[in-house]
């Protein structure tokens, strides 16, 4: 369990779910933009940033080959970790073939699983959330088929060009199949991540569980002294986490912009 100190003044954000790419980079280049304003904005105060998954709508790394585009984004990245503030990245379900690009190029630490830090004192359980908790059996049994490392090979064998065109094929699909469950609340019943953290608090206590992936704001008190947090996304809501130290809550970016 890693351990992150929160010093006076200073803040832990989180962000997840861009697509960027989606549905076109150019059409995709105004969310972009908010993105990397908010970026600078955090440079002020940030002791640290979990970005949550899916930055991108489709993402594969060929051995001397990434997708062309989002070099913004990906410019304020590396600005923001040569000052020294550190930046963790959880893969999403439409970005999870990382293989070494950010850990090399950016010196951001890519996780695929979710992890467990303590920040200022408090437990965290975080992820993109993906795959986890009862039900989502479609995605579950394509996510086996994607990670596989055979797939994976055969995939490599695509020329780019073709690759990220098939890829982001697979990514529109996939939003599609979603539908309508990741723009509403279907219920704390219904809501197989609430329930997959409350399961987890049977065996272990944990102040906040914190995800991305349903695309929808949310906070929701699992116990007195738990909460689950679903972050949104920055197609629609462009909202974010921020832990002060004391609390967790979601905040939005240039709202009324």
């Known amino acids: 369990m890693k351990s992150i100190e929160v010093p006076s003044g200073k803040k832990i954000y989180f962000a997840s779910d861009n697509h960027l790419g989606a549905p076109s980079s150019e059409l995709s280049q105004p969310s972009e933009m908010k993105f990397v304003r908010w970026l600078e ?3 002020k105060d940030a002791a640290a940033i979990f970005l949550l998954g899916d930055l991108f709508d489709f993402w594969f790394e060929y051995n001397t080959v990434v997708p062309k585009g989002f070099t913004r984004t990906l410019g304020k990245l590396a600005e923001i970790t040569d000052s020294g503030i550190p ?12 293989n070494g690009y ?3 190029e950016l ?3 890519v996780y695929h699983r979710p992890q467990i830090f303590e920040i200022g004192g408090k437990k965290f359980f975080i992820g993109h959330g ?3 908790g009862p039900g989502d059996k479609g995605f579950k049994r394509m996510k ?3 990670t596989n490392p055979t797939s994976k090979w055969l995939f490599r064998w695509l020329h780019p060009d073709l690759g990220v065109r098939l890829g982001q094929y697979f990514s529109v699909r996939n939003r599609l199949l979603s539908g309508e469950e990741d723009v509403r609340f279907l219920g704390e019943d219904k809501e197989w991540l609430v329930q997959y953290a409350k399961r987890k ?3 272990q206590h944990f102040d906040y569980f914190v995800f991305g992936h349903r695309h929808l704001p949310l906070d929701i008190a699992l116990s007195e002294n738990s909460r689950y947090i679903n972050l949104g996304d920055w197609i629609g809501y462009f909202s974010y986490g921020v832990f002060d130290g004391k609390a967790l809550q979601i905040e939005y970016f240039e709202k009324d912009a």
């Open 41 to 43: 904005t955090l440079r």
């Open 87 to 98: 930046v963790y990245y959880f893969v999403g379900n439409h970005d999870l073939w990382m």
């Open 102 to 104: 950010f850990e090399e």
């Open 107 to 109: 010196n951001i630490p």
């Open 130 to 132: 993906d795959g986890l």
């Open 144 to 146: 086996k088929v994607f």
């Open 201 to 203: 608090l049977e065996n």
